[in-house]
């Protein structure tokens, strides 16, 4: 039989002084470090003062039972290998044991042999549990530190794409004078009435990159040097005016996937006679209300083609016929609290 490690310590508790001695001599033979309690109260005490790797107990003890202590030991060491031991050959007993956390259960007198045997059982038992604990959470802590490590990579990839998105955006509107940063300050106003309305956080930035980007298909349409491939082969002509290219554009983005529905469903109406699936009201999605009502204002007060920019004022009481039709009563009422400066 292999000598146990020398930190491997043994708490014997057993209330028959002789008995306890007998244990306890054998087990420092054998190479373990030993302590003793009289009791199931003191055995509890040993077992917060120490880390034990194992205890051989009585089961019949007055103050506390070996089956009143083996739950209360497990709960102060999970980890601890429990062997109990009894007089009386009590199948009961000792199945009641086993079903209370038990590694073993030995009839008195013991069996050295069967003891030595028993109690390397228990121990290795106990190091593979440790063992098998440790792994896993090694395990989760490293699938915890992939999963963060990929999720910074597709964010970063996102951000790359918006960026290079927003760098095509740019070039487009600079060959179009009057819509010349029209896509920015969309999104500016855009993060503002998403603000005011109470918005935050990862909801507020769908829509700064929604406004940023939401004119990107009807751009890119329009410009004779950028065909883009429709599902089936097809190419996308001009003229073809049409948020779906923004959103085969967009889509494949996972990250993106809250700002590909913005800009989807941008062009759809409050009163349900929009495109492309004649949502109404609360069926669109806030941000698809919130960017719609920047962008048809930033149309009129600053980016206006034939050149005759409105004065804020008189852009929002121009936009003011179209709530309950194309806008949003509340949506509405926030840009316009936000352009003039209301409060």
């Not at 082969?233 to 085969?248: F, N, Q, S, V, W």
């Amino acid at each position: 039989m292999p000598a146990p490690a020398a930190e491997t310590s043994v708490l014997v508790v057993e209330d028959d002084r002789a008995v306890r001695g007998v244990l306890a001599s054998y087990l420092k033979r054998t190479g373990y470090k030993v302590l003793q309690a009289e009791n199931g109260e003191l055995a509890l005490r040993q077992l917060m003062a120490e880390r034990v790797s194992a205890m051989l107990c009585d089961i019949r003890m007055p103050v506390m039972t070996g089956l009143e202590l083996l739950p209360k030991a497990l709960s102060a060491d999970p980890d601890i290998a429990i062997i109990m031991l009894t007089g009386v050959d009590a199948p009961a007993e000792a199945i009641s044991c086993l079903k209370l956390g038990a590694a073993d259960y030995l009839i008195k007198p013991v069996d050295f042999d069967e003891l030595g045997h028993a109690l390397q059982r228990a121990l290795r038992k106990r190091q593979l549990e440790i063992e098998r604990r440790e792994l896993e959470q090694w395990l989760a802590r490293e699938v915890a530190l992939r999963t963060s490590e990929l999720e910074s990579q597709s964010r970063q990839l996102a951000q790359l794409s918006v960026n290079v998105l927003g760098a095509l955006v740019d070039t487009l509107e600079a060959k179009d004078p009057p819509l010349r940063g029209h896509s920015q300050r969309v999104a500016d106003l855009s993060v503002r009435i998403a603000v005011h309305l109470g918005l935050h956080g990862s909801d507020v930035e769908a829509i700064r990159t929604a406004g940023r980007l939401h004119d990107i298909g009807k751009l890119a349409l329009r410009e004779p040097g950028l065909t883009f491939g429709a599902p089936g082969g097809e190419e996308i002509g001009a003229g073809a005016g049409d948020p779906e290219l923004a959103l085969h554009l967009l889509e494949p983005l996972v990250q993106l996937k809250g700002v590909a529905e913005i800009v989807r469903y941008q062009h759809e109406r409050y009163d349900g006679k929009g495109v492309p699936e004649g949502r109404r009201g609360e069926e669109i999605p806030l941000g698809a209300r919130i960017v719609a009502a920047a962008s048809l204002y930033d149309e009129l007060a600053v980016a206006s083609v034939d050149g005759a920019a409105l004065a804020p004022s008189t852009a929002i009481a121009n936009l003011r016929g179209l709530v309950g039709l194309m806008l949003d009563p509340t949506v509405f009422a926030a840009l316009e609290q936000e352009v003039l400066g209301l409060t």
